[in-house]
């Protein structure tokens, strides 16, 4: 079972930005893809922000297309989420895990959640 440890959320204002890390236990972080999800408050489901394959694709929703970039260090077993020019609507609490099936917008996950870390954009 592979483990996430996601940091680097905070309170920020509306244009700011933020760097988001999530490290993973195990092996073989570099052979399978990656993503960031996000669970606005009040709803129930996590929604996929961005993913990134085993050989550095990527994909975003386009809610943050444009905005965020997603990348990773497997040297590290890091992945990084860099969010720039944040709005109101992005706050939420984000998620990393690996996700299951080669769909970019799947839902599905492998592993269990991890903590998660809170990013609020607010003045």
């Known amino acids: 079972q592979v483990q996430f440890v996601e940091s680097g959320g905070d309170l920020v204002q509306p244009g700011g930005s933020l760097r988001l890390s999530c490290t993973a236990s195990?092996?073989?972080?570099?052979?399978?893809?990656m993503a960031w999800y996000r669970q606005a408050p009040g709803k129930k489901q996590r929604e996929l922000v961005a993913?990134?394959?085993?050989?550095?694709?990527?994909y975003y929703a386009d809610s943050v297309k444009g905005r965020f970039t997603i990348s990773r260090n497997n040297a590290k077993n890091t992945m990084y989420l860099q969010m720039n020019s944040l709005k109101p609507e992005d706050t939420a609490v984000y998620y990393c895990?690996?996700?299951?099936?080669?769909?970019?917008?799947?839902?599905?996950?492998?592993?269990?959640w991890g903590q998660g870390t809170q990013v609020t954009v607010s003045s």
């Open positions: 895990n690996r996700p299951l099936g080669s769909a970019p917008l799947a839902s599905a996950v492998v592993y269990s």
């Open positions: 195990g092996r073989a972080f570099n052979m399978y893809d």
């Open positions: 993913r990134i394959s085993a050989g550095d694709s990527t």
